[in-house]
């Protein structure tokens, strides 16, 4: 399971996740079975929570569904004085350990409250899960720094893609902060002797280190809607004048942040289609004669890997120009209200970078529904993804029977309808 990141953007994600362990369980008769989570940003919060309770996800959903509703700006965005005085130092840089816009205190005590790092290690402990991943940058290489931690009979990957570090920790709250520490908005974190920071700058989609783990199945929630050549887009194109930082800064992060998510989900089709053409062209054989050749040059095999995507129907960031300029938010309304305003969000129909800040109650309820709407829709289509529950059940018990070391395999039981090399 891939979770993107996004900012507030992230509330769409629960909805997702809230109907697949709520409504599609109990049409698939129990949870889907989910053995990698990996996530950048906000969906390494998400990713986290999710971890800590797969013991009982519908219960652990509808809490989570609670927090995002129950959430208001001022509450998770720290921003007064202090962060005013500290804005030349934002630009000249400058101390030990960077500075951001906003103060990340208030999200880090929920962040260290509502998850239980604790049930995260016993999840992977008693084998409910086999991998948890966080994709982090780090400031002093620009590489991508991917945090993981496995079940006992779980290697982490000796191999990674280029620019790209693999390492093994036990992943706690500061992982998880440093993964979703957006640059200017947010300080980056340290760990160990390393400051890092948003994993989505070069890895949005964390599909990467799912395949290196061994992953035959990828489900992945975006948090953009597609866009086509075909795509009308709603309102005048003629703008008043010219637009200013905020907006830019917000096209900015759509680039960094959720353009990613087109790129990799193309790259794994077209990588799929040149597997399934080249054993129609060449025969059964062609895709073990294709993984000998990888396996010469110490590169992972060839497999084909089942996607299945889920990405919002309407544009947030329209969504997000609405809720500002209603003005309704949860909490202080004055204080929300002076911020958008101070940062100049919200006042054309676009309001991308009020999308990655809108921690609002109300906001996260409506893209919460969305996206539960949204899977609803692909329901038939995720039933054939994650199959029947009792070849859940099959895959499980041989999955507990095997030790896999995904630097040297990629072959899974045959029960979870896999794809053997």
């Given at each position: 399971?891939?979770?993107?990141?996004?900012?507030?953007?992230?509330?769409?994600?629960?909805?997702?996740?809230?109907?697949?362990?709520?409504?599609?369980?109990?049409?698939?008769?129990?949870?889907?079975?989910?053995?990698?989570?990996?996530?950048?940003s906000?969906?390494?919060?998400?990713?986290?929570?999710?971890?800590?309770?797969?013991?009982?996800?519908?219960?652990?959903?509808?809490?989570?569904?609670?927090?995002?509703?129950?959430?208001?700006?001022?509450?998770?965005?720290?921003?007064?004085?202090?962060?005013?005085?500290?804005?030349?130092?934002?630009?000249?840089?400058?101390?030990?350990?960077?500075?951001?816009i906003?103060?990340?205190?208030?999200?880090?005590?929920?962040?260290?409250?509502?998850?239980?790092?604790?049930?995260?290690?016993?999840?992977?402990?008693?084998?409910?899960?086999?991998?948890?991943?966080?994709?982090?940058?780090?400031?002093?290489?620009?590489?991508?720094?991917?945090?993981?931690?496995?079940?006992?009979?779980?290697?982490?990957?000796?191999?990674?893609?280029p620019?790209?570090?693999?390492?093994?920790?036990?992943?706690?709250?500061?992982?998880?902060?440093?993964?979703?520490?957006?640059?200017?908005?947010?300080?980056?974190?340290?760990?160990?002797?390393e400051?890092?920071?948003?994993?989505?700058?070069?890895?949005?989609?964390?599909?990467?280190?799912?395949?290196?783990?061994?992953?035959?199945?990828?489900?992945?929630i975006?948090?953009?809607?597609?866009?086509?050549?075909?795509?009308?887009?709603?309102?005048?194109?003629?703008?008043?004048?010219?637009?200013?930082?905020?907006?830019?800064?917000?096209?900015?992060?759509?680039?960094?942040?959720?353009?990613?998510f087109?790129?990799?989900?193309?790259?794994?089709?077209?990588?799929?289609?040149?597997?399934?053409?080249?054993?129609?062209?060449?025969?059964?054989?062609?895709?073990?004669?294709?993984?000998?050749?990888?396996?010469?040059?110490n590169?992972?095999?060839?497999?084909?890997?089942?996607?299945?995507t889920?990405?919002?129907?309407?544009?947030?960031?329209?969504?997000?120009?609405d809720?500002?300029?209603?003005?309704?938010?949860?909490?202080?309304?004055?204080?929300?209200?002076?911020?958008?305003?101070?940062?100049?969000?919200?006042?054309?129909?676009?309001?991308?970078?009020?999308?990655?800040?809108l921690?609002?109650?109300?906001?996260?309820?409506?893209?919460?529904?969305?996206?539960?709407s949204?899977?609803?829709?692909r329901?038939?289509?995720?039933?054939?993804?994650?199959?029947?529950?009792?070849?859940?059940?099959?895959?499980?018990?041989?999955?507990?029977d095997?030790?896999?070391?995904?630097?040297?395999?990629?072959?899974?039981?045959?029960?979870?309808?896999?794809?053997?090399?």
């Amino acid at each position: 399971m891939i979770l993107s990141g996004g900012g507030a953007r992230g509330a769409y994600e629960v909805g997702v996740l809230w109907y697949i362990f709520d409504e599609l369980s109990r049409v698939r008769g129990a949870p889907p079975v989910i053995d990698i989570l990996s996530g950048t940003s906000v969906g390494a919060i998400n990713a986290c929570y999710l971890a800590a309770h797969l013991a009982d996800p519908v219960l652990g959903l509808r809490r989570l569904v609670e927090l995002w509703t129950e959430l208001h700006v001022t509450q998770v965005l720290g921003f007064g004085a202090r962060q005013v005085l500290r804005l030349p130092k934002l630009v000249l840089g400058g101390g030990a350990d960077g500075t951001g816009i906003f103060d990340v205190r208030p999200m880090a005590d929920i962040v260290h409250r509502e998850i239980s790092w604790r049930a995260v290690s016993r999840c992977l402990r008693r084998h409910q899960l086999r991998a948890l991943s966080v994709s982090t940058t780090e400031v002093s290489t620009g590489r991508t720094v991917v945090f993981m931690q496995t079940s006992p009979d779980w290697a982490v990957p000796a191999a990674a893609p280029p620019r790209t570090l693999f390492r093994a920790d036990r992943i706690g709250p500061h992982h998880a902060l440093a993964s979703a520490a957006i640059p200017m908005l947010f300080p980056p974190v340290r760990i160990d002797n390393e400051l890092y920071f948003d994993g989505g700058l070069r890895q949005n989609t964390p599909i990467a280190p799912a395949l290196r783990l061994g992953a035959t199945h990828v489900f992945a929630i975006g948090s953009s809607r597609e866009i086509t050549g075909r795509t009308v887009y709603e309102g005048s194109s003629k703008t008043t004048k010219a637009p200013g930082a905020a907006f830019l800064m917000g096209k900015v992060l759509n680039t960094f942040l959720l353009d990613h998510f087109d790129a990799d989900i193309e790259l794994l089709n077209r990588l799929n289609n040149v597997i399934s053409d080249g054993t129609q062209a060449f025969g059964e054989s062609f895709t073990e004669v294709m993984s000998g050749e990888a396996r010469v040059r110490n590169a992972p095999a060839y497999r084909y890997v089942n996607c299945a995507t889920v990405r919002p129907s309407e544009d947030i960031g329209r969504l997000a120009a609405d809720h500002v300029k209603r003005g309704k938010f949860r909490g202080d309304p004055f204080l929300a209200h002076r911020l958008f305003s101070l940062l100049d969000i919200g006042i054309s129909t676009e309001a991308d970078l009020a999308s990655y800040l809108l921690f609002d109650g109300q906001f996260c309820r409506q893209l919460i529904e969305m996206g539960r709407s949204d899977a609803q829709a692909r329901r038939d289509e995720l039933l054939e993804f994650f199959g029947d529950a009792d070849d859940d059940r099959a895959y499980s018990k041989a999955a507990d029977d095997a030790t896999v070391d995904p630097s040297s395999t990629f072959s899974i039981p045959a029960a979870r309808g896999g794809y053997e090399t």
